[in-house]
Nanobody, 123 residues
Framework: QVHLVESGGGLVQAGGSLRISCAAS????????MAWFRQAPGMEREFVGG???????LYADSVKGRFTISRENAKNTAYLQMNSLKPEDTAVYYC?????????????????WGQGTQVTVSS
């Protein structure tokens, strides 16, 4: 069992930056692929990006070049660094962990989810 807790969301102006953290419980963090999804009001949950247990990263086209995902296995923590934020990035951001060896953009492939953190980008 893995418990995930996100932190670091908030309100930021367009063009600004924000970093979200995802702290995981347990001793097996390094064996999981970690990913971020987001969900805006009235929209379906969408893949943002992820990082595999071998540190290979994958990003959605909408955030490529602006967002960076990293992980610190020694701290059981994954990060989502968001730069050049746009109002359309406004959403609840969810951290998730999966046992698969690679990052997948299908939410159904992940095993554990955090509670989500709100990110609001004002224009």
């Amino acid at each position: 069992q893995v418990h995930l807790v996100e932190s670091g969301g908030g309100l930021v102006q367009a063009g600004g930056s924000l970093r979200i953290s995802c702290a995981a419980s347990g001793r097996t963090f390094s064996t999981y692929a970690m990913a971020w999804f987001r969900q805006a009001p009235g929209m379906e949950r969408e893949f943002v990006g992820g990082i595999s247990r071998t540190f290979s990263a994958l990003y959605a086209d909408s955030v490529k070049g602006r967002f960076t995902i990293s992980r610190e296995n020694a701290k059981n923590t994954a990060y989502l660094q968001m730069n050049s934020l746009k109002p359309e990035d406004t959403a609840v951001y969810y951290c998730t962990a999966g046992r698969q060896p690679i990052v997948l953009d299908d939410a159904g492939q992940y095993d554990y989810w955090g509670q989500g953190t709100q990110v609001t980008v004002s224009s």
